[in-house]
């Protein structure tokens, strides 16, 4: 298909139909593609015949690391230090799971743009995060070029505190500061959720959304969309472990940046500076083949932007 939408992820566009009816994917990847243009989310068997080592390794190495008294099966494992970003830089094992290639290669097929991983994160426990979607924390230009895959790293039961999420508010608006009315450039939060709670809880009521939760298997992954409302349900049993990794993926030739500090609006953004996971490479803010010039989006390219007012909105904020 020659798509003229080429700035929608082919999951969430609304020539998924068309693509999908002459798409080169198998019985599988046709299964998942259709959960997560219809779902927001799909689960699948993790694609690594070692992720029982990797899993017992990376337990082995992060444990001590957490403070926990992991050896005693009464203690309390909330206390503490409740997760570890970016341990791909150390780990192997944690690394090798965020690069793996299978699912890369499956996330470029989905969404139509090459993927890379950006940011691990390490969960001993539940999160117990109030309902989210990640894209106020870190979205793309254009939108929705960014994916969570969250992996069991043992069987995860109600008491665990299980991922939660809303099947189906992927396809709600990307919520950014213009949309609730707020200024967020430069702004001051503990919480970057914080200022889009209440108008993700009243979505919910309004659209009768039905949460579901994820008893998982180890070695089950999940992959939610950029916009699937999520988050980890309270732990009724704090003697009980759940292991997890998150990977965060983003899209080539996109601008990264963060909305919850950002007035797209204004042409005022936080661009992140962005770094692969699997092969240790900057990814510049981009858009359609040139790089942004600016402080946060990598080095400059030496060539006038043609991005006009956000661009100059961008250099303006950040000089
Ligand atoms: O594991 C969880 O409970 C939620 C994690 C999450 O929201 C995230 O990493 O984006
Ligand atoms: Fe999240």
């Not at 700035?7 to 593609?33: C, H, K, V």
């Not at 770094?275 to 510049?284: I, K, M, S, T």
Request: glycine fraction near 10%; charged fraction near 25%.
């Amino acid at each position: 298909m020659q798509n003229p939408l080429p700035g929608i992820p082919l999951i969430e566009s609304p020539l998924f139909a068309t693509w999908l009816n002459q798409a080169d994917l198998t019985a599988d990847e046709r299964r998942i593609a259709t959960d997560l243009h219809e779902k927001g989310y799909v689960v699948l068997r993790f694609p690594d015949p070692d992720i029982d080592d990797r899993i017992d390794r990376i337990k082995a190495a992060l444990g001590p690391r957490y403070g926990i008294d992991l050896a005693n099966p009464d203690s309390d494992k909330t206390i503490g230090e409740r997760r570890i970003q970016d341990a791909w830089a150390f780990d192997a094992d944690v690394k090798a799971i965020a690069g793996n290639a299978q699912l890369l290669a499956l996330l470029a097929k989905l969404w139509g743009r090459p993927a890379f991983p950006f940011q691990t994160l390490n969960f001993p426990v539940g999160t117990q995060q109030d309902a989210h979607s990640d894209s106020v924390h870190f979205s793309s230009l254009p939108e929705r070029f960014m994916c969570g895959v969250w992996l069991a790293m043992e069987d995860v039961g109600p008491d665990a505190g299980p991922l939660f999420y809303y099947p189906g508010s992927h396809r709600w608006p990307v919520l950014g500061n213009a949309l609730i009315g707020r200024r967020g450039f430069g702004s001051d939060l503990s919480s970057a959720q914080d200022p889009f709670a209440d108008a993700w809880a009243a979505m919910c009521e309004a659209q009768g959304a039905k949460v579901e939760t994820f008893l998982a298997r180890k070695g089950d992954a999940l992959i939610w969309c950029a916009n699937l409302l999520h988050g980890g349900s309270p732990q009724h049993d704090p003697r009980l472990t759940r292991w997890s990794q998150v990977t965060h993926y983003y899209f080539e030739d996109c601008v990264y940046y963060t909305p919850a500090f950002s007035d797209e609006v204004t042409g005022d953004l936080l661009l992140r500076d962005i770094r692969a996971v699997n092969d240790g490479r900057p990814r510049l803010n981009q858009y359609l083949g040139q790089p942004l010039r600016s402080k946060g989006g990598g080095a400059p390219s030496g060539r006038p932007s043609a991005l006009g007012r956000l661009w100059r909105g961008v250099r303006r904020a950040l000089d």
